[in-house]
T-cell receptor
Framework: TQLLEQSPQFLSIQEGENLTVYCNSSSVFSSLQWYRQEPGEGPVLLVTVVTGGEVKKLKRLTFQFGDARKDSSLHITAAQPGDTGLYLCAGGYNFNKFYFGSGTKLNVKP | GAGVSQSPRYKVTKRGQDVALRCDPISGHVSLYWYRQALGQGPEFLTYFNYEAQQDKSGLPNDRFSAERPEGSISTLTIQRTEQRDSAMYRC??????????????FGPGTRLTVL
């Protein structure tokens, strides 16, 4: 049983479209991280959110942490083929132990 | 600077053999983590260290798995009497600080273990 559920599992869209992926849990986390992983590589951190309700923007990516610190979303505006990859959320306990979700595999077609 | 390195990158072994997987973290990083990752899935927490102290090993699947970091730098994950179900990508990550809100983990390239 996954502590963090991510949806959708797979997403295939055309370049220029917008998308949102979700990360949900029944547990409260001290922090929530989003990573992107490309084939054959390790995950690379995109953002960390720590405050309930927090919103962070990274160029075309917008991350939100739920008010209760149990869930998060990642919104991508005007997706590009370079956004293709596996998007992972990770919930942190005491900032030092992290549980990862199962991931959303995004494919952006040119 | 050099990132996290792991060796070997690929390991094929026969069922029942012991294997040792090595992780060399970024110099000066306090925390070191071990994960196991199935293809297309997120990493599964195994254990982590702050300096040389193993803080949490609750993710180790059973007592055939052990890890050490004797000098607070390089770490070894050992799997005894390997079984086919142990086949997976084993990833190591390190982070500069411990117990910090913005604790960024840097992942290594992983060791692909195949047990025949």
């Amino acid at each position: 049983t996954q502590l963090l559920e991510q949806s959708p599992q797979f997403l295939s869209i055309q370049e220029g479209e917008n998308l949102t992926v979700y990360c949900n849990s029944s547990s409260v986390f001290s922090s929530l991280q989003w990573y992107r992983q490309e084939p054959g590589e390790g995950p690379v951190l995109l953002v960390t959110v720590v405050t309930g309700g927090e919103v962070k923007k990274l160029k075309r990516l917008t991350f939100q942490f739920g008010d209760a610190r149990k869930d998060s979303s990642l919104h991508i505006t005007a997706a590009q083929p370079g956004d293709t990859g596996l998007y992972l959320c990770a919930g942190g306990y005491n900032f030092n132990k992290f549980y990862f979700g199962s991931g959303t595999k995004l494919n952006v077609k040119p | 600077g050099a990132g996290v390195s792991q060796s070997p990158r690929y390991k094929v072994t026969k069922r029942g053999q012991d294997v040792a997987l090595r992780c060399d973290p970024i110099s000066g990083h306090v925390s070191l983590y071990w994960y196991r990752q199935a293809l297309g899935q997120g990493p599964e927490f195994l254990t982590y260290f702050n300096y040389e102290a193993q803080q949490d090993k609750s993710g180790l699947p059973n007592d055939r798995f052990s890890a050490e970091r004797p000098e607070g730098s390089i770490s070894t994950l050992t799997i005894q009497r390997t079984e086919q179900r142990d086949s997976a990508m084993y990833r190591c990550a390190s982070s500069l600080v411990s117990l910090a809100a913005y604790n960024e983990q840097f992942f290594g390239p992983g060791t692909r273990l195949t047990v025949l």
